[in-house]
């Protein structure tokens, strides 16, 4: 792996080493404060929608990716686990926050570390149901975080399959013809040449 890479990698790390500092300083307690609650829940709701945001630019990049091979793949696949530790975040300090704020909304999710545990179960589609979702709300969220796992699964193996898959085979077309059908007798023998 070429130097650019290496540093690429280590500024991925330090970005998912920084998020998961945030996750854990963040203040989320709560607060009487009418006001100063509902700032903290639009700042968390942001943060979703960021994280969000991030996943479907991601998504985006991918489909319409035209590079193939190792030199393409490696910053994606790298943009990829740094949006998919902040979406993980993210949505843990979102159940978190939840729980806090109305108790009976989750089963169980008493900690930040009950709400990283429950947010990786669900991610990787586990689910052990020790920690779940009861209320609405936390039903709402856990939703959204089904189609963020979707979309970040999807895209990995969108990456990993394209990386695996064989080059692309050249265009069996002569040069300057366009695509579609074939002409009407091409491919029979004896038919004139277009």
């Known amino acids: 792996m070429t130097r650019p890479w290496r540093r690429e990698r280590r500024h991925a790390l330090l970005a ?21 609650l509902a700032v903290r829940s639009l700042a968390t709701l942001l943060l979703v929608a960021w994280v969000a945001w991030l996943v479907t ?9 035209g590079g193939t091979g190792p030199a393409a793949e490696v910053p994606a696949l790298l943009r990829l686990a740094v949006a998919l530790v902040a979406g993980l975040l993210a949505f843990a300090l979102a159940d978190y926050v939840i729980a806090r704020s109305s108790p009976g909304q989750f089963v169980d999710l008493d900690t930040r570390i009950d709400a990283l545990y429950f947010a990786l179960a669900t991610l990787t ?13 936390a039903r709402a969220a856990v939703s959204a975080q089904m189609v963020f796992s979707i979309g970040v699964i999807a895209t990995g193996v969108s990456l990993v399959v394209r990386e695996l898959a064989p080059g692309r085979r050249p265009d069996p077309r002569p040069a300057g013809r366009p695509a579609g059908p074939p002409p009407p007798g091409a491919g029979r023998p004896g038919a004139p040449p277009r």
């Open 57 to 65: 630019t991601q998504v985006r990049r991918q489909l319409a990716a």
């Open 16 to 36: 998912c080493l920084l998020l998961l500092v945030a996750y854990f300083v963040v203040p989320v307690e709560s607060d009487p404060n009418g006001a100063r």
């Open 125 to 137: 589609t586990i689910g052990y149901g020790d920690v779940h979702p009861q209320g609405q709300i």
